[in-house]
């Protein structure tokens, strides 16, 4: 069959710019075009271009214009207005998590500890209505950048569950590490939360998503959650907190530890644990506890590969996994890491959704009630911790 040929562009000239390259270069379905990217940083867009041997548009509506697919790599509060415009344009979307949120009043004194968790939640979920309903109204379709979603555990568990009928009881998992390398991470009305949303919505979106195929196997009804219960902390913000270096410590008003406790609709549960304070590179892992069989999805570190190595200088060149601290002694150096992570096994997913029409794994509505289960736990932390239901999508 001949590869059909799309067009593509993307938003954004940073980190998951980068990655997104890379991994739709790698896309082996899909005779996949970039044809060029924008950012509102000019020169950091015409540097990402040039490296790249792409163009540089100087707007969001000349790239939507030029495209079929179009990569929204920004900072969260841009993720609705790229994703809609692009949608109106009856183009494609493949959209960086969180799919939104509530990013402040707009005012300067704007503090993510003082305002109404309530207000956040209601804001969070007109901003998914609206993207829902530019989706409905259009050609394009929104694919939900959830990597976890893709990752070759993650897909080998849905295999399981599929074929095995598997009841979930418990789903736990982590993301955790020392801290994001963006600048925009540590405001609140930038990111639209901290870590609980920032990185629990990977766990979150996975365990979410696995409690919908299990329901889908068994009964063609997906399972959804029903309620949660959260504590968020800023750990790094604490007076008492002693910084020696190893974790990032500036952030100006967002959590930096958190933990969410869902229950389905079934009676089930996932705990989800998010966190940037924790060295030693990259602790990404989800474990399956169901009536048949336990399932222990290591992502980072995992022992695919483990090196030692005596003396620090003799590793400069090599890279060896996320944010680890120091190459020297035993590590856990990943042969392919961005393959763990789902990188490339997302976009080839996607471009066969985009050229031959086959459903997406995590779409718009499994986004949805990501973020509508994230700003529930947002107003269950002002709470203390009391359970609060959740809006399903
Ligand atoms: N899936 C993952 O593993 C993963 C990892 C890192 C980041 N992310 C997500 O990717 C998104 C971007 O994060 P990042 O780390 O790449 O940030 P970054 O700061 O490295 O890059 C953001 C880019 O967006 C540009 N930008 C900002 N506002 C814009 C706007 N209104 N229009 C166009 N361009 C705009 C900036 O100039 C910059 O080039 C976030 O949503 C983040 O959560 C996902």
Redesign the pocket.
């Known amino acids: 069959m001949e590869k059909k040929h799309v067009r593509t562009g993307i938003?954004?000239?940073?980190?998951?710019?980068s990655?997104h390259f890379e991994a739709v270069r790698k896309i082996y379905g899909t005779d996949v075009e970039i044809v060029g990217n924008?950012?509102?940083?000019t020169e950091?867009?015409a540097a990402y271009a040039k490296q790249r041997g792409i163009k540089a548009f100087d707007s969001?509506e000349s790239l939507i214009d030029a495209v079929d697919v179009v990569h929204c790599?920004?900072?969260?509060y841009?993720?609705e207005?790229?994703s809609v415009a692009a949608l109106e344009a009856d183009k494609f979307v493949i959209c960086?998590?969180?799919l939104t949120g509530y990013f402040g009043d707009g005012s300067g004194d704007f503090h993510g500890e003082r305002f109404a968790k309530q207000i956040a939640l209601d804001t969070a979920l007109e901003s998914v209505d609206r993207i829902i309903e530019a989706e409905q109204n259009s050609k394009g379709r929104l694919l939900y950048?959830?990597?976890w979603v893709y990752m070759p555990s993650i897909q080998k568990e849905r295999e399981i569950l599929e074929k095995t009928g598997a009841q979930i009881l418990w789903i736990h998992g982590e993301e955790a590490h020392s801290g994001?390398?963006?600048?925009?991470y540590a405001y609140w009305s930038r990111?639209g939360g901290g870590v609980l949303i920032?990185k629990g919505c990977?766990p979150l979106t996975a365990a979410l998503y696995l409690k919908r195929v299990e329901g889908n196997a068994r009964d063609g009804k997906p399972i959804r959650p029903k309620t949660v219960s959260a504590r968020a902390h800023s750990l790094t913000r604490m007076d008492s907190f002693r910084d020696e270096g190893h974790i990032r410590c500036n952030y100006y008003d967002i959590d930096d530890f958190s933990i969410m406790h869902v229950e389905f609709e079934d009676g089930t549960l996932a705990d989800v644990i998010a966190s940037d304070i924790v060295v030693g590179g990259i602790h990404n892992w989800l474990e399956v506890c169901a009536n048949n069989h336990r399932a222990v999805c290591n992502i980072n570190p995992n022992t695919a590969m483990q090196t030692y190595n005596p003396v620090e200088a003799n590793f400069k060149d090599i890279y060896v996994v996320e944010k680890i601290e120091t190459k020297q002694g035993w590590a856990c150096t990943s042969p392919d890491e961005d393959w763990f992570?789902g990188y490339p096994q997302e976009m080839e997913a996607f471009y066969r959704t985009v050229a031959y029409g086959e459903p997406p794994q995590s779409d718009s509505l499994l986004a949805a009630d990501s973020i509508s289960t994230i700003y529930s736990a947002y107003l269950s932390a002002e709470r203390k911790g009391a359970a609060v239901d959740v809006r399903t999508y």
Request: one cysteine or more; glycine letters at 10%; aromatic letters at 8%.
């Open positions: 938003v954004g000239s940073g980190f998951s710019a990655f924008y950012s509102v940083d950091g867009a969001l790599c920004t900072p969260p841009a993720h207005a790229v960086e998590k969180p950048a959830e990597n994001s390398h963006s600048k925009d990111c920032g990977h992570t």
